[in-house]
Structure formats: C-alpha cells, structure tokens
C-alpha cells in the first residue's frame, strides 16, 4: 500500500511539472529542469524492487538527466559565445562583463550574468539530486562550470604557446625556461589583464568559491604544461641543477 501511496505521490508531482507551460527562453528551460530536480530530492528515494523505485529511476534516467545534460550544454555553449563576443580574456573584455555582473538583479541587460547565474544553480542541483540518490546528506562540490569556460580561452592559449611545438618558437626549443614563461604568461593574462578582476570581483557574486577554483585551476594548468614537456625529465634541465631548483621554487611562490 505504502509502495502505492508513493507511487500516486510522485505521479502527481511529475504530471503537474509536465503541464507547466512550455519553457520559452534559456533561463525558463533551466528553471523547468531545476523544477524536476527538485522533485527528485525532496521525495525519498523508494525501496529497491518496488512499483515506486521502477518510476523513479525512469524518471531519473530518461526525463531528468537527458534534460539536464541537454541544458546544461546550451547554457555553457551560450556562455563560451558570449566570452568570445566580449572579446575574453582581454582586460576591455573582462571589464564589460564585470559590469553586467555588478548590474546582476538590475533591470538592466546583464544576459551573460544571467547565464551564469541559471548555469551555475542547475550544476548545484544536480550535486544536490547525486547526493540524495547515493544516500550522502551533505552533496560533493564540483568544478563549476561557469569557472570552466571562464578557464577554456586562457587554456587554449597557454596550450598553443606552451605545449603545441613548432620549429619556429622559442617556446618549443628552450624547455628550461619553461617555468619562468609559463607563469609570467598566466600572470600577466589571468591576473594583470582581466579575468582575475572579473572572477573577483563579478562572478564571485554568483559562484561564492569561484576565485578559489580559478587559482586552483590555474596552478594545475602551470603543472600541466610542465608535465607535458617533461620538463623534469628535459638533459638541459637534469644536466644544469640550478635550472631545476628555480622551476620548483618558481611553481612553489606560484602555487
């Protein structure tokens, strides 16, 4: 009876969320997906094998986490379009999209704020909807999204200058001075030039640990670029001690 009753209650919840009035608009799309989330968290997840635990993975599985994966994806390819027109990384770039940031909750055109507000509480969601299924009370934080295509330009950038070799870049021939390159370069275009003022200043007013997973972000894309040139392996690097102990104090300050 008890499987039934659940059953029935859940049901209800669902045809309710199915007759909302069709999401017109990216935001209304989120929120309609959040809606559904919601659903799935605030009910307990029914005993396995019953009548209720079958619907609910349905439910799961084929309407909630298609649509969420569907939006999340249209919401963070919005935002890489919107970087991208704001001319991101560069400081005039960032500066704008500071601005619409401070303007968030105005009446004022702040669609790339908007975007990130909508993407971020839809990732916080499904934190929220994981932990629920798996039984955990408190969610597992995930790198935000929003951090993620704030990090993509600068990535691509660095991964360009830094790991991509070609014959005629100094870059490719001079893997001692790696460290030294690498972290001037993420110093003067993520720090000095903009993104950090934004993230700062703009989209911690969204994501609250933003500032955080973007340093983290950055020191690991340093390591990274290391890494991939085996830069601690290199003879000049190995041949010369001096070239090693600055790298690691370099990463070290850095870090």
Known sequence: LNDKVDCLELGKQVTVW????????????????ISLGEILYK?????????????????????????YEYTRSKLANSLHRLLHEAG??????????????QDFDTKKDTTFATYCFW??????????VKAHIRGNEKPLPELSDVVI???????????????????DRITSKRVDRLPDWVL??????????????????????????????????????????????NFFRNEAVISNPLYMMQGIEQLLLFD
């Open 184 to 229: 001037n370069y993420i110093r003067e275009h993520a720090f000095e030039g903009g993104p950090w003022d934004l993230i700062e200043g703009g989209i911690s007013r969204i994501v609250d640990d933003a500032p955080f997973q973007f340093l983290d972000q950055m020191v690991k894309l340093a390591e990274y670029v290391l890494s991939e040139r």
């Open 18 to 33: 199915a007759l909302a009035d069709e999401p017109s608009s990216l935001e209304q799309q989120a929120q309609h997906c």
């Open 88 to 101: 991101y990384p560069s400081e005039k770039g960032s500066f704008m999209l500071l601005k619409e940031c």
């Open 119 to 128: 993407l971020n509480r839809l990732q916080r969601v499904n934190e929220i």
């Open 43 to 67: 009910n307990p997840v029914p005993p396995t094998n019953s009548k209720a635990r079958r619907f609910y993975d349905i439910l799961l599985t084929r309407e909630y986490q298609p649509l």
């Open 149 to 167: 295509e704030l990090c993509r330009p600068l990535v691509e950038r660095i991964l360009f200058h830094f790991v991509e070799q070609s014959d």
